[in-house]
Each structure stands twice: as C-alpha cells, then as structure tokens.
C-alpha cells in the first residue's frame, strides 16, 4: 500500500509540475455532443479559475447547460485571478433536474468539504446516479462524502492520502473515469478529466 501511494505521490507531483502551464495551451480533446444535459458546479472563495472555466467552456460549447452554485450569490473570487456570479445558492438545489456535479480545485474544497450541506449534496447525486466529477483537491469533497469507498480515483498528492483513508483504490493516471466518478490530478489533465466527464455525461444523457 505504501509503494502504491508513493507510486501515485510521484505520478501527481510530475503531473503538477508540468500543470504550471496556461490551460489554454493545452490541446482540446473531440468530445460527444450533450444537447440537453444539466451539470451543477460547486464553487467557493479560492477556487480554481483554470479548472473551471476550461471544463464549463467545453461543456457548454457542446450544448450543456451549466449552473453555479456557491453558498451565497455574491461574486466569488478564485486564487488565480478569476471570478464568478453563482446562479444559486446550495440551499436552492434541486438535484432531480441535473445529470452530473463538478467540484473544481484550488482551496475551497476545503471549505466545501466542511459544509454537511454540500456533503449531502454530493452523497444524495451519488445514491441517484448522477455523474461525479472532481479534479485536483475537488476529490476531497467526494472523500469528506464517503462516496468512494471502492472507487478507482486519483487527485492533488496533497489529498491522496484523504482519498484513501476514505477507501478511494488509488490510480497513478491523471485522469480516472470508474462508473459514474470522474477524477484528475492537476490542470495539466484537463483534456484527459474533461474527455472522461464529457464522455460519462453523454452516456448518462443516452439512459436518462
């Protein structure tokens, strides 16, 4: 178990390293069309902007519509020098008419990861079925959850060893789809992480 996780540590510290790079030099992947798909992004202060913007700029430009919710609706501020106006607040969910949830990373999955609101966000998209993305220290949200016991993940090495206390098995890999779950490591994944939530959505969309 230990040389698992060291194997991993170093995959993802590579994988940070070479994550410094401006996402939008990165190479967009093909991916399906996802005409009349609803996906709900959790945000809070210091969220991560790269992650953000290029997985919901991808996802609306294939037709899916994207809300934001924060747990007010001012402004919220990432670390990297973005922002953005929540369309709702957490209190407003309503998780029947959405298909997927997306954490990004950057610091506020730790203050996420103390809301029980947003935890029983998460677990009840779990128990119905909804698609589950999170990249960098967005799988802390899944772990605090517990909705990964068994479930092939990775993320930041800074929250591998959350992930595995939670009983998430450990992948050295960017990028991980396992059912329904979609995780990644860093934005240096973020072709490999939005190809697999897009292609997870599409089928999702295909069973309604």
């Known amino acids: 178990m230990r040389l698992l996780l060291a194997l991993v540590l170093g995959a993802a510290l590579v994988a940070a390293a070479v994550g410094m790079i401006a996402y939008r030099a990165l190479v967009a992947p093909e991916l399906p069309r996802l005409d009349g798909a609803k996906v709900l992004v959790l945000v809070a202060d210091r969220y991560n902007h790269q992650?953000?913007?290029?997985?919901?700029?991808?996802?609306?430009?294939?037709?899916?519509?994207?809300?934001?919710?924060?747990?007010?609706?001012?402004?919220?501020?990432?670390?990297?020098?973005?922002?953005?106006?929540?369309?709702?607040?957490?209190?407003?969910?309503?998780?029947?008419?959405?298909?997927?949830?997306?954490?990004?990373?950057?610091?506020?999955?730790?203050?996420?990861?103390?809301?029980?609101?947003?935890?029983?966000?998460?677990?009840?998209?779990?128990?119905?079925?909804?698609?589950?993305?999170?990249i960098c220290h967005g799988p802390l949200v899944l772990a605090k959850a517990g909705v990964i016991g068994g479930v092939r993940v990775t993320g930041y090495s800074a929250v591998l060893d959350e992930l595995s206390k939670a009983g998430g098995v450990l992948v050295a890999e960017k990028a991980v789809r396992d059912g329904n779950v979609v995780t990644g490591t860093d934005p240096s994944a973020l072709p490999q992480f939005t190809k697999l939530f897009a292609e997870a959505l599409a089928e999702k969309l295909g069973g309604r």
């Open 51 to 134: 992650e953000y913007s290029y997985v919901v700029d991808a996802l609306r430009k294939q037709g899916a519509h994207v809300v934001v919710a924060s747990f007010k609706l001012e402004t919220v501020n990432s670390y990297d020098g973005g922002s953005v106006k929540p369309d709702i607040t957490f209190e407003q969910v309503k998780l029947d008419e959405y298909h997927a949830i997306y954490v990004p990373g950057g610091y506020a999955p730790e203050k996420l990861a103390e809301s029980e609101l947003v935890l029983d966000l998460v677990r009840e998209a779990r128990r119905r079925g909804l698609v589950v993305a999170a």
